[in-house]
């Protein structure tokens, strides 16, 4: 944490209303980057418009700072500080340059506090990326076994088809991640469902030799890879 930085919120030569919107929004970004969360709030309660400066978009990502805030290490700080922001009027499904809310970031880091608090708060839980993936599938991927479970009790599309007709189960199923596979079968997800190419997340698993997620799913009735019907003895013989 650089001593100018510090110097400068300190002696109050910056503060919201002063100078341009980079400059404030920069500001603001950097105090919670820092987890400076205290400072943060109290340099956002003295802005003329609170509700302006929290919607202020990185002109690059376009991304406003609740995204900053989804990427706090510390989940109870990450928290904390989107309350914060939420209350002074922070738009909690604003889309980023990529089609992503607050919530895919919440997703991806497992922070299951702060996905429920997002939900509570408006957040779209199906919204679709660029992609057309949803915040499911990226916790999904990530293994976050709780945040998968947040969001599903709350309504979350188990076997919602992505752009290239994959659900989250694909995803699961090529990392490895066992646990979270039966998760998304216990919730109804389709273990026979077929991609664009008629892959399905059996052959997904199979590929990256996950044979634990392999025998999983062909205990809970998969039997089809991209080239069609196959049995359990046919996918645990040894590769010659």
């Known amino acids: ?56 978009v990185n002109p690059d990502d376009k991304r406003t700072v609740l995204f900053i805030a989804a990427q706090v290490k510390s989940f109870q700080k990450a928290v904390e500080i989107s309350k914060s922001l939420l209350d002074f009027g922070a738009y909690v499904n604003h889309c980023d ?76 199923a090529s990392k490895g991640q066992k646990d979270m596979c039966q998760l998304l079968v216990e919730n109804g997800a389709n273990v026979n469902a077929v991609d664009d190419k008629k892959q399905t997340a059996m052959f997904f698993a199979l590929k990256s030799n996950h044979i634990a997620v392999v025998d999983y799913l062909v205990s809970v009735g998969a039997i089809k890879t991209k080239d069609g019907r196959i049995t359990r003895v046919e996918l645990l013989k040894p590769k010659s």
Request: proline share 2%; net charge negative.
């Open 1 to 56: 944490m650089s001593q100018g930085t510090n110097a400068n919120f300190n002696s109050g030569l910056i503060n919201p209303g002063e100078g341009s919107e980079d400059s404030q929004r920069s500001a603001m970004f950097t105090l919670i980057k820092e987890e400076r969360i205290e400072e943060a709030i109290a340099f956002i309660g003295r802005a003329h418009d609170a509700s302006k400066l929290v919607n202020l």
């Open 97 to 172: 340059g990529y089609g992503q809310t607050a919530l895919f970031f919440a997703a991806a880091e497992g922070n299951t506090d702060l996905i429920r608090l997002l939900i509570e708060r408006g957040a779209r839980l199906n919204e679709e990326d660029g992609f057309k993936q949803t915040a499911l599938f990226y916790a999904a991927r990530e293994g976050h076994l709780s945040a998968v479970k947040e969001m599903i009790s709350k309504g979350a599309e188990v076997d919602h088809l992505d752009q290239i007709k994959e659900t989250p189960l694909f995803y699961a």
